[in-house]
């Protein structure tokens, strides 16, 4: 619900759900933006689910299913809100409150996903097929993807492989970079100064 369309929605109203649609729509390539719908079980989500339906299926967008995944397992929510506190520097009566009052942020089976959204035609196919399009991207994410910056002809293996000449030191001598910086700390805490 923190999605811009979403919050258009709330916050405007209905009418705003097609045009925001559409907004988004022509930003991405044909078939890359998909109207995501969530159940939490929060009292606004299934209004909010009927509008984004009655307008994807106006603007023949494509649905998916998607669900928060904040903790595990339904039990370990209350550990979750516990959590909070500790980052909010709050106690739990403080806490309790302010919380939404919902557990269902957990890692949703298939059978779960599909009993709430099984009615909804493409959702759970989309929801597959975006995932195997994220793994795929996240797979060549790991390869590194570093310019290649060509090194000029005229230097030398020893000055492209982070080695330095020091000023002072035996003529031809190398050393790391690192040692160098350190070497000239150590002379200045000394109270000498290399020439």
């Known amino acids: 619900m923190a999605g811009v369309v979403a919050q258009r929605i709330l916050e405007n109203g209905v009418e705003r759900a097609e ?5 988004f729509r022509d930003r991405f390539e044909p078939g890359h933006f998909f109207v ?4 939490h079980g929060f009292p606004e989500q299934p209004v909010l689910t009927d509008i984004l339906l009655k307008a994807a299926g106006r603007l023949e967008l494509p649905v998916v299913a998607s669900n928060d995944v904040h903790f595990m397992t339904k039990d370990d929510g209350i550990a979750q ?6 980052g ?5 009566v403080e806490e309790q409150p302010l919380h939404h009052n919902s557990f269902e942020m957990y890692l ?4 779960e996903m599909a009993a ?3 009615g909804v035609p493409g959702a759970l196919e989309k929801h597959a097929a975006y995932h195997r399009d ?3 991207a996240e797979a060549r994410a790991r390869k590194p993807m570093l310019p290649q910056f060509p090194v000029p002809t005229a230097t030398t293996r020893t000055a492209t492989s982070g080695t330095c ?7 031809g001598s190398r050393i790391s970079a690192r040692s160098a910086r350190r070497s000239r700390k150590s002379s200045t805490a000394n109270g000498s100064k290399s020439s």
């Open 19 to 23: 045009p925001t649609l559409a907004e």
């Open 81 to 86: 809100l516990y959590l909070e506190c500790v």
């Open 134 to 136: 994220v793994r795929g």
């Open 36 to 39: 995501e719908l969530q159940d």
């Open 108 to 111: 949703k089976t298939p059978d």
């Open 116 to 118: 709430l959204f099984g």
């Open 88 to 92: 909010k520097g709050r106690t739990f």
């Open 165 to 171: 000449r020091v000023k002072g030191w035996k003529s």
